[in-house]
């Protein structure tokens, strides 16, 4: 059942995708797609598409993505993209073994970034006011040139970017900005980056398009951990404008890229596409007679449409309480299509943004509340899923129930146990080394806050590597136990296996945390009550969201016809009245202080609801 869902979720309608190119480039784009679909399966348990329906089947496109799993990304986009995608991709990590030669594969288009080519300058820089910067042992006449940019390490804050346009002398420069920095009294680092022409990477950018190609860009630059956009370049609009203005007609389509602790093995993922944005001939004459203000007016429509199909936080606190909140506000009864859930997520998110800094007292007292569900959750080592459920614990179900989780928690297990230990040395590596290159990598960026966003990608290229020659090595060992012929079987059995312990195993975790708190109930009253205390707390919460929702968020200009009609429909479920205007908050301060009380017994644990 599994090989056949892996063959048919890989090979998809990849038939009918479009390769303007030859037959031989067609063929190898359906075996690289092949390829990374398995790769992307394997990781990833469950990956969502939507809005495949807006990817026009001909003509230019270019795709423009948020940037939070570094490569990752790229062969997400390009697995399930209904046509074939060239990115534009970062010198530097073209020159890279593993991931220049993917790259490469995916004719990817090479752009030299500043700041990978960025010089390290002798003396400090001690002086910064009025379009003048000064420094003490520089060489500016010699190490630096005007139309660069210089990169000063400032005791706090972000560096400081200033272009530099004269050389006066050794110790003294000046630059143009649109902000007056003033910066003085101490001796500060600083790198040059150069200024770097770029018509060769355009020109490939025009030529893929002029032939009906596909573009994938990454507009934030650089990949980041970080619960919002990051302000983006301008390379987009650049590409779309000049193609425009060449008589071609590309049409921009934002991919939000939405990751569940998407470094982790096995989490989930979702690619949507959102509607395309097609030029018009008004923005072509201003381009022509001004590009920079058309530029800057193409960025804000792009930025926008990205962030509607993107999740965006002012914070990790925030995007953890708009998780919870959308959990507890749709009831388990109620099934959403991923495209709702995604909205009403979006949509919470951004009625949390309007109301981080407010004093509100039912905001305040929401917040609160998910707080202590969340500690609630730790403390009793379940999810909020299972607690939807706890109120049929003690019932006379539950023994038999008990009796077929852990017999099926014990068969799952003893199915993994070969595969895990044969797969082990490829999992410990992938983890080891992808945490080693996190350290690396947030060592050296200003944007990233854990370095989770490059875990993912060294993972899989780590396992990439490993996986044949562990192949190799247990089919010699096995060759010389008992001969070629099992030698061969093992090198061919050897994946399969290991895929089917990695479903056995998460299937075995899945059975083994259901049997937790159906175990501790029946065998303390104790643990009994406070489960039931637990699940009325979180009845009492959901009811406390849905007011939230009645009297702020429904008012929004944002809240649309789709969410209006999930929360009519989860109204009818809990069979409430249609407002809550006149009613009082659904919690007490006993049940509160009760339930914080027993809970506060237990020992807390790591969960993965605390790292999203």
Request: proline content about 4%.
């Amino acid at each position: 059942k599994a090989t056949v869902s892996v063959l048919y979720w890989c090979i998809g309608d990849m038939a009918q995708q479009e390769d303007d190119l030859t037959w031989g480039g067609t063929l190898k784009h359906l075996l690289l797609s092949l390829y990374f679909r398995m790769l992307i399966f394997v990781f990833y348990r469950e990956v969502d598409i939507i809005g495949l329906d807006n990817v026009p089947t001909d003509g230019p496109v270019i795709f423009c993505g948020n940037h939070q799993n570094q490569f990752v990304d790229a062969l997400m986009l390009y697995s399930v993209a209904p046509r074939k995608v060239s990115f534009i991709m970062a010198a530097k990590s073209l020159k890279k073994a593993v991931v220049g030669a993917f790259g490469n594969m995916l004719d990817s288009i090479p752009v030299r970034r500043p700041q990978d080519e960025a010089r390290i300058c002798s003396g400090d820089v001690t002086y910064i006011e009025n379009h003048v910067v000064k420094g003490i042992n520089t060489k500016f006449t010699t190490e630096i040139k005007a139309g660069e940019l210089l990169h000063i390490k400032v005791p706090s804050g972000e560096p400081l970017v200033i272009k530099v346009t004269s050389i006066v002398s050794d110790t003294e420069a000046r630059y143009d900005s649109k902000e007056e920095y003033v910066f003085k009294g101490q001796s500060v680092s600083y790198k040059a980056h150069p200024r770097i022409d770029q018509h060769e990477m355009f020109e490939c950018v025009y030529s893929c398009l002029q032939h009906n190609g596909c573009i994938g860009i990454f507009p934030e630059g650089g990949s980041h951990d970080q619960t919002a956009l990051l302000p983006m370049k301008d390379g987009v609009a650049r590409f779309a404008l000049g193609a425009k203005e060449l008589g071609m007609n590309p049409i921009i389509i934002p991919v939000g890229l939405t990751y569940y602790y998407g470094h982790r093995f096995r989490s989930r993922a979702h690619v949507e596409f959102g509607q395309g944005m097609v030029l018009s001939e008004a923005l072509l004459e201003l381009y022509k007679e001004n590009p920079s203000k058309a530029t800057s007016r193409l960025m804000r429509s792009v930025e926008s449409n990205l962030r509607s199909v993107t999740i965006n936080a002012p914070d990790w606190q925030t995007l953890k309480y708009v998780h919870h909140m959308r959990r507890l506000y749709q009831p388990g009864r109620i099934k959403l299509p991923i495209s709702e859930i995604l909205e009403l997520t979006r949509i919470f998110a951004m009625a949390f943004d309007e109301l981080k800094d407010s004093n509100d007292e039912v905001f305040t007292s929401l917040c609160k509340k998910l707080d202590e569900y969340q500690d609630m959750l730790k403390d009793f080592l379940v999810t909020d899923a299972q607690v939807e459920s706890l109120d049929t614990l003690g019932t006379r179900t539950s023994y038999p129930l008990l009796f077929s989780r852990m017999m099926s928690t014990a068969r799952w297990f003893l199915v993994a146990i070969p595969g895990v230990f044969i797969s082990l040395p490829v999992g410990v590596c992938a983890r080891v080394y992808s945490t080693l290159k996190a350290e690396q990598d947030l060592k050296a960026s200003s944007v990233k806050l854990r370095g989770n966003d490059v875990k993912a990608s060294y993972k899989i290229l780590s396992s990439i590597v490993i996986t044949p020659f562990l192949i190799l090595f247990y089919g010699s060992v096995a060759g010389s136990i008992y001969g070629a012929s099992f030698a061969l079987v093992v090198v061919l059995l050897f994946p399969l296996v290991a895929y089917v312990s990695i479903c056995s195993t998460m299937n075995a975790m899945v059975e083994a945390r259901s049997t937790f708190p159906l175990l501790l109930s029946l065998h303390s009253q104790k643990y009994h009550d406070r489960f039931h205390e637990l699940w009325r707390f979180r009845k009492a919460l959901a009811e406390h969201v849905l007011h939230f929702v009645e009297t702020y968020v429904r008012s929004k200009p944002y809240w649309n016809i789709n969410a209006e009609t999930t929360y009519q429909r989860i109204q009818l479920d809990m069979r409430l009245p249609a407002t809550y205007a006149t009613q009082s908050d659904p919690f007490t301060a006993a049940h509160t202080s009760k339930l914080t009380a027993t809970s506060s017994k237990h020992k807390r644990m790591p969960s993965e609801e605390s790292d999203f």
